[in-house]
């Protein structure tokens, strides 16, 4: 049986799941959020916390077991605490600056970058160089972080570009470094 499937899914205050159909619908303070159950997998509820269970054991619902306990578990944090992600920018002149749901993004490109947010998801500049992304859906954070860290990725040589905060950038010795050692 799998270890993380069978760990219940701790539902905070003011979390309330409902399954309909096969489809699972997690409704907090945060907002709601819904994923379709595989078939072969149910959800039982209680009063504090929520299991997934398997009707059999076939490979398919061993597959999914973990994984759909695990994004049911995200539904439940995102509706009660929400996810943020932070993402860095380093370079010179390179900053950013929110107007309305727009992200305005100046990159050392010959034109800013202006990236249009998801709804559901909002963002907050600090000091011009550091974006904080806040969802109460993780898979959309994490795609929407993706995203604007792809519109200029860190380099390896001076470390410019759009990094996560707890990304650490390994950095290469330039061309001046290299060519010293020769005699």
């Known amino acids: 049986m799998s270890r993380v499937g069978r760990l219940p899914v701790p539902l905070d205050k003011g979390v309330k799941i409902t399954m309909l159909d096969g489809l699972c619908r997690v409704e907090g ?19 504090d916390h929520a299991v997934v269970k398997r009707a059999g054991d076939s490979s398919e619902d061993r597959a999914v077991h973990g994984l759909v306990r695990k994004l049911i578990a995200n539904m439940a944090q995102g509706v009660s605490r929400g996810f943020t992600r932070v993402l860095e920018i380093n370079g010179v002149g390179y900053r950013a600056e929110v107007r309305g749901s727009n992200i305005h993004l100046t990159l050392g490109y010959s034109h800013p970058i202006i990236y249009q947010l998801p709804p559901g998801v909002s963002a907050r500049v600090d000091r011009q160089v550091i974006i904080t992304l806040e969802s109460a859906d993780r898979q959309l954070l994490g795609a929407v972080a993706a995203e604007i860290r792809s519109l200029r990725p860190p380099e390896p040589y001076k470390g410019k570009g759009i990094k996560y905060a707890e990304e650490t950038i390994r950095r290469k010795a330039g061309k ?3 060519g010293s050692s020769g005699g």
């Open 29 to 47: 303070p945060k907002g709601k959020l819904e994923t379709r159950m595989p078939p072969g997998l149910t959800l039982e509820m209680a009063t």
């Open 176 to 178: 001046a470094a290299a």
